[in-house]
């Protein structure tokens, strides 16, 4: 049986570097972000969200992204009824992707709202990534060309690193890469030996 291992961590605070270091060790990883996105690009899923919003959110028989990016991180609401349609197609998408992999020991899950969607009570062991929000913010700020107040209102739509850490197995700490590669070395003998 292949085991599930969480990988979380709020906006900015690196868990894609962490995901490529484990990637680079062997291990398969689900980006459920890049997925949920691919996901929602069929036009049976465009209908569905498009259905929430009063607005029209599609182009071309594609998503606007960043218009409902502003949109749901300004009205929390809006953001569940997304959720509500996106989260079980995520989910059905990654239990196939995990029956691909069932001759692995374990794979990683990395998907930024693991505590929020309660997908957390579906993995055997949970990383979470931190950093100090100062520096996430500017990271977002040059990754996404989004304002401080922007950044600060996704922030808010997600959990606290304090309210995260009783609920995961491994914290790493994301501000200087070598100390994280070597986290994540540790954390790879622990889950070898699970």
């Known amino acids: ?14 868990k894609s570097t ?5 990637r680079e060790n ?3 990883v689900y980006i459920a972000d890049d997925e949920a996105k691919k996901l929602m690009d069929t036009p049976e899923m465009i209908k569905k969200i498009q259905s929430v919003f009063e ?9 606007d992204k960043k218009k409902i990016a502003e949109i749901v991180f300004s009205a929390p609401q809006q953001l569940e009824k997304l959720n509500s ?3 079980p197609v995520v989910r059905n998408h990654f239990l ?3 029956e691909a992999h069932n001759d692995e020991p374990f794979v990683i899950k990395e998907a930024a709202i693991l505590f929020e969607s309660g997908s957390y009570r579906d993995c055997d062991k949970i990383i979470l990534v931190t950093a100090p929000e100062e520096i996430r913010i500017e990271r977002v700020m040059n990754r996404d060309k989004v304002t401080k107040e922007q950044v600060l209102e996704r922030i808010a739509n997600q959990w606290s ?3 995260k850490i009783p609920l995961s197995d491994y914290i790493v700490q994301n501000t200087d ?5 070597k986290k994540v070395s540790e954390i790879l003998k622990e889950l070898n030996k699970m």
């Not at 962490?18 to 484990?22: K, L, T």
């Open 85 to 87: 349609i996106i989260h």
């Open 96 to 98: 196939s992707w995990v």
């Open 55 to 63: 607005e029209n959110i599609s182009e071309d028989n594609k998503l």
């Open 161 to 163: 690193d304090e309210k």
């Open 26 to 28: 062997g291990v398969p």
């Open 18 to 22: 962490v995901a490529g270091f484990f």
């Open 1 to 14: 049986m292949t085991r599930i291992i969480g990988l979380t961590g709020g906006i900015g605070s690196g």
């Open 177 to 181: 890469i070598e100390e994280v590669r």
